[in-house]
């Protein structure tokens, strides 16, 4: 397949800024929000270190990962040019689409709480003409033109992706240029870990998805707890269930960039994981209610648990775009095994209740055994925690007091698990070209 795309030269790069200036003055965007990034290898001229430059923007790939990806359908391809457009208009600003794409193209400004992108200057492309950022770079080491061969698995540095990306780049097999001696040399090391250029921002940490951690763990624990009703009649935790749900929906919608278009995520559920989940929640809270305030027959049960289910599954789905930091295939605080823990809870099933604590305290260890996170004292007084609260006591509660349900119990099993999914958000990450660079002398070195 022959298609017009960027075409990059390593050996050409000097590292001038200058596509990005042209960026800027083309389409008008306002710094620090750049389209187009340099990341570049030993910024600090190192000597005998060698040193390298990677320009690289959105590269409006045939199986675009951020249009899949959008809940609110604010991406769309120009036919003719093939570029992948985003609709300011349109977009609700929850930043799914900086996650999914490899590249690290779709940037979200906060000042407009909307995501913006390279859009190929559409305008430009169109008309015959050339992107400015590869009109404007001096050494012609960035240029637009025809491609044969799409996909950068070859290309040294970039984020090894299946999205067939509109990208070629030349002189790719830069190992030569960097001996094994000479990367070896004393400082390179620190070099590697503390290069100002090399953004090692993986968009993704605890501290700053509260609103996801909240919403996530609180519809696991609801999709559970609904068997609370089954034998249980009780109007007061009835309303209690139906506010905290509500809360846990208002919460994820004002965690948008644009709370007002919350609507629009449900749009794109045919192809988006994070569309179907917030499709997913609304369907199993007004289903949930209706089976606790309206419809209470077993039917009504049935269908509220499978549309939690689905919802759950889809939770799931929403991180597989993820990178991990861990080894096992799940991870302790998957939400389907915390939604059957409050399952097993409320039907008073203790032994398999103890069975799977067992199981996800198997997976907790093995997860910090094997673990690439370094140990801090905060780490390890939140492993104590989780570990105390949410698996030690709870066995202890039900092994020593004929397994009976209090009150404690459930306390203590709501803190381990949400510590639990606290942690999940710092055991993911995004690829991106900066952390691949960085990552791929570091394999050389």
Known sequence: ?????????????????????????????????????????????????????????????????????????????????????????????????????????????????????????????????????????????LSYGLIDKMGVSESFGLPKTS??????????????????????????????????????????????????????????????SIFLFANFNNMLLKVVYLTIGLLGILLSAFHLGKPFRAPRSILNYKTSWLSREILFSGLFFISSNLYLFVFRSNWMLVIASLLGLMLLVSIERVYSITRKNYVLPIHSSNTILTALLFVLLFSGLWKLLVGLMALKALLYILRKAYSYEAISLLMLLVTAARVLLGLIIPIGIISFSNASFSLFLLFCLIVGEFIDRYEFYNDIYIDTPSRELEQSFSRIA
């Not at 097999?173 to 250029?197: A, K, R, Y």
Request: hydrophobic share 35%.
């Open 163 to 224: 999205h067939q990306p509109r990208f070629i780049a030349t002189n790719a097999n830069v190992v030569d240029v960097f001996p094994e001696q000479d990367i070896s040399i004393s400082g390179l090391e620190m070099n590697i870990h503390n290069n100002h250029t090399v953004k090692l921002n993986t968009k993704i940490h605890s501290r700053d998805e509260w609103p996801l951690i909240i919403f996530t763990f609180v519809y696991s624990f609801l999709a559970g």
């Open 1 to 141: 397949m022959t298609t017009e795309g960027f075409v990059f030269d390593y050996a050409k790069c000097v590292g001038c800024h200058a596509c990005i200036v042209a960026c800027y003055v083309e389409n008008k965007t306002q710094p620090p929000i750049v389209w187009r990034q340099i990341n570049t290898y030993n910024s600090q001229k190192i000597p005998l270190a060698g040193f390298l430059n990677l320009s690289i923007a959105c590269n409006h790939c045939v199986e675009a990962p951020c249009l899949i990806a959008c809940p609110a359908k604010a991406y769309t391809r120009d036919v003719q040019t093939g570029a992948v457009i985003h609709q300011p208009e349109k977009c609700i600003g929850c930043q799914y689409c900086t996650w999914a794409c490899p590249f690290d193209a779709p940037k979200y400004n906060p000042s407009k709480g909307i995501v913006e992108k390279c859009h190929l200057c559409n305008h430009l492309v169109s008309v015959g003409s050339k992107p400015a950022c590869t009109k404007q770079c001096p050494t012609g080491a």
